[in-house]
Structures are given as C-alpha cells and as structure tokens.
C-alpha cells in the first residue's frame, strides 16, 4: 500500500445565503482583524454583494479596501502591478476574496507576498514560498476552479505565452463561504465553460496516476453531482439545488485534484490559454473528449466507474462499452451547453500545433499524472481533433 498526504482548509461553511455570516465566521481566522482587503469583481458590485460585504464589515468596525483590478486570468505583471499600489500599502491583517477563479488566486498570491520577502517569480513552481500567508477567506463565484481549496495559483506569462503555477500547501485559506446564491447569476457561457472545467477536475482525478483513496473519494461525489446538475444549472440558471450541487462539486472536484492531479487535458489547454486565449474552462471542455478516447486503452475500468457514478452506465456494460458512453456523453454536454468545438474560431491553426505540442508536453507537473504517456505527435494528434 502507498503513503499519500492530504491537507486541506480549516474550515467550510456550505449554505445558501452563508455570505451573510461572513462578519461573525472571521473569527475563525484567529486573529484580531482590523483592517481587510476584498478582491472582487465587477460582477459582484452590479450585483450588490460588495456594498453588503463592506457594510456588515464596517458595523464590526472593520476597515475594508476594496480591490477590483485582477485581470481575467491575470498576468504575473498585473498581480505584481496590483499588490504594490493597493494591497501592500493596505497593508491587511486578512483577505477575502469573493470571485472567480481569477480573483480567488489573485488573493491567495496576495496573502503569501505580504508576508514573504520575495518576488512572486521566484514563487513559480513547486514548494517556493517559504512562509505561510495572511489568512484568508475564500467565497467562490463560479462552480469551476475549486481553487478554494487547492493549493495552486495560476498565473498567465504572456512573453512567453503560458500559463503556469504556484504550488504551495501556504495558499489554502483558513475559511471557505460555499453560497450558492452568489452563483445564481452566472451568466450561461461561464456556467457551462467553469462546469466542464470542475468536472475535468473530477475525472483526470481519478484516472491520475496518482489517484488513491482520498481523492476517489471526492472525485466520484463530484461527478456524481456535476453530471446530475451541470444541464440543469445551465438551462435555469435560478436552480438553487443545481447551483448549490454545482458548487459542492466544483469544490469537491478541488478536493480530488489537490489530493491526486489533473493531467493531460490541463497540461494542453495551458498553451491555448497562454497563446490564444481561450478561456480556461473552454479549453478544458473542448479538449476532454478527445484527451479520454486517447486515455480509454489505459484506464477503461476507472471510466467505467465515473460512468456508472453519472448514471451513464450499466454494473454488466464491458468497460470499453461504458468508457465509450462517458466520453460520448461529454461530447453531448459540450453541444448542450455551446462549448466551442472549434480551435479555428481563436485563431488556431495547422502550422500552430508543433509549438502548441512542445508548450504542452513541458507541463511535465501535469503530464506525469496522465495515465499514458503522449509523444509530441499523440499531442498534435489531439489539438488536430479540434481542428475540423
Ligand atoms: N487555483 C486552482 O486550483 C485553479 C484551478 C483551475 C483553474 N484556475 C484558474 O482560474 C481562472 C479561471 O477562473 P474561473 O473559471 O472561475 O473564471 P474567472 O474568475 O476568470 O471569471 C470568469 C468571468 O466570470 C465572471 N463572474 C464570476 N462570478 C460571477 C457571478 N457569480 N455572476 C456573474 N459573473 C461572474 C467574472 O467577472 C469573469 O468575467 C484561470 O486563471 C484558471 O487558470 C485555478
Ligand atoms: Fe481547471
């Protein structure tokens, strides 16, 4: 039997309307806070939550600083730019963030650089930041990322036209707002885009290489739960039952991808971020199809087990006939909910794929959890699928 060690937040709060008891939970980062800075986004001050937030702080006679100029999918040099005009002169005994993705590893780099003496470059990679983080509270926007409760925080190289991460067990926050009203207003695009993004990290979870009980454990709850609300959240967005399921699993999709890796679907939709700009749940969505027929000869029984999990499959289907119905199923969710199918529409083209294929097999933190190893070739292979 192998070691595995997982860590994770301190503490949850899963709820409808949890947002409201932000001001009373802030005790639980145990310590006296004075002075906070909230990273956010637009969408949250059209929707009135920031206003809320900054009001019920204030009646606790708690200072809070606004922050609201994180990039989509930000750069190394915006995160940089933000942190020394408002966050470091803020100077925040703690952060909340209340956002997307985006915004969630923006505060998260935030929480580290206020407390280790370094350039976030320096950062980049595996096991850089020497000292724990400012505590935070994360409260996730989009059901995606799950980034509330991974220990990564990507950021966008645009010279050198990737994406990469930091990895670091001090960028888990000491408390977590699970509320699914937040999310009843997510557009369709990002619903759909951020969904497929959760369940991909639910399913390269637990195809990964280094899958093991743990992360089984929240990988199926999680498609369990995606593959019975995804369409539902989409098609009404007012579901408080298929947002909140949506949520639970994006987190629990977090849970498993901390406890064992996403793999290759990741590791190639970094370049199409990095270069073309296709969103991060996009890339993810339009690549997992053909990434798991790729993978199906190495780990049939396990997609059998994520198909009869989704209620896709039978217990007496063979494993190749139920791995096919999963991946076939995932291309009916991604015409379902409008995924792009096509890299030609962000400009992607035939002469791209070499380098594309070279950018991606360097994601080696990611490739090595694939369960089958892909030459440069088996890459453009997979890019030329979305090339119709
Ligand atoms: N840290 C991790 O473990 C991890 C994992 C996967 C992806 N990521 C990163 O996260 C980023 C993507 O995050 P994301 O997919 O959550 O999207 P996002 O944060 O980039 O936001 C996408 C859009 O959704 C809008 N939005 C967010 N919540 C909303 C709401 N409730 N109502 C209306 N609009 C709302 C935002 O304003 C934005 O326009 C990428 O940079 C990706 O690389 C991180
Ligand atoms: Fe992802």
Known sequence: ????????????????????????????????VRRVALITQDAMHRLGVTERVVAQLKGLGVETTVIDNVEIEPTLENIEGVFRSTIAPAAPDALIAIGGGSVLDAAKLFAV??????????????DKVAHPGKPMVL???????????????????????????????????????LDA????????????????????????????????????????????????SIVEAFQQPGSVQARSDMLLGSMYGGLALTAAGTAAVHALAYPLGGKFHVTHGVANAMLLPHVMAFNLDSCAARLKRAACVCGIAHHADSDEVAAGKLIEQIKQWTQVLEIPQNLRDFG?????????????????RLMINNPKALSLDDIQQLYRCLLP
């Not at 380098?355 to 080696?364: E, H, I, L, N, Q």
Request: aromatic share 4%; no cysteine; proline share 6%.
């Open 113 to 126: 650089m206020l407390t280790n003496d370094m350039p976030l470059k320096d950062m980049l990679g595996i």
């Open 181 to 228: 009203n937040l999310t009843l207003g997510l557009p369709k695009a990002i619903t759909a885009a951020t969904g497929m993004d959760a369940f991909t990290h639910a399913l390269e979870s637990f195809i990964s290489t280094k899958a093991n009980p743990v992360s089984d454990t929240f990988a199926l709850e999680s498609m369990r739960l995606i593959a019975g």
């Open 1 to 32: 039997m192998s070691l595995y060690h997982f860590q994770t937040v301190k503490h949850f709060i899963h709820g409808p309307g949890s947002l409201d008891s932000l001001g009373e939970r802030l005790g639980l980062l145990d310590t006296p």
């Open 348 to 364: 992607v083209a035939e002469e791209h794929l070499a380098d594309m294929a070279v950018a991606a097999s360097k994601v080696t």
């Open 139 to 177: 409260v996730p926007t989009t059901s995606g990322t799950g980034s509330e409760v991974t220990p990564n925080a990507i950021v966008t190289l645009p010279d050198e036209e990737l994406k990469i991460g930091v990895v670091s067990r001090h960028l888990l926050p000491t408390l977590v707002l």
